[in-house]
């Protein structure tokens, strides 16, 4: 099994910014990509930002240029930090988590953090 342990997330105010953090842990073999989901009431889940191993980034069109996605491959945690947030970025945020095992992929979820943005 893959723990992974999200920061808290919070209240901020809009223009603020916040940084969230997901240690990953248990039976970690190869990480293949690491990132962050959100989900916003009444939405779908919809991707964020992720990184792949070899340190390549993709961010979702919304954030890109306020949002920065890092990894430290040592811990296996990865960092998303968060800059002139915006009222629509309140959301739940997700960790994911996929991997190649010796039998095969595995993908994991954290609980996942709440993060408003209001004034």
């Known amino acids: 099994q893959v723990q992974l342990v999200e920061s808290e997330g919070g209240l901020v105010q809009p223009g603020g910014s916040l940084r969230l953090s997901c240690a990953a842990s248990g039976s970690i073999f190869s990480i293949n990509v690491m990132g962050w989901y959100r989900q916003a009431p009444g939405k779908q889940r919809e991707l964020v930002a992720t990184?792949?191993?070899?340190?390549?980034?993709n961010y979702a069109d919304s954030v890109k240029g306020r949002f920065t996605i890092s990894r430290d491959n040592a811990k296996n945690t990865v960092y998303l930090q968060m800059n002139s947030l915006k009222p629509e970025d309140t959301a739940v945020y997700y960790c994911?988590?996929?991997?190649?095992?010796?039998w095969g992929r595995g993908n994991y979820w954290g609980k996942g953090t709440l993060v408003t943005v209001s004034s």
């Open positions: 994911n988590l996929d991997q190649s095992r010796p």
């Open positions: 990184m792949a191993s070899g340190g390549s980034a």
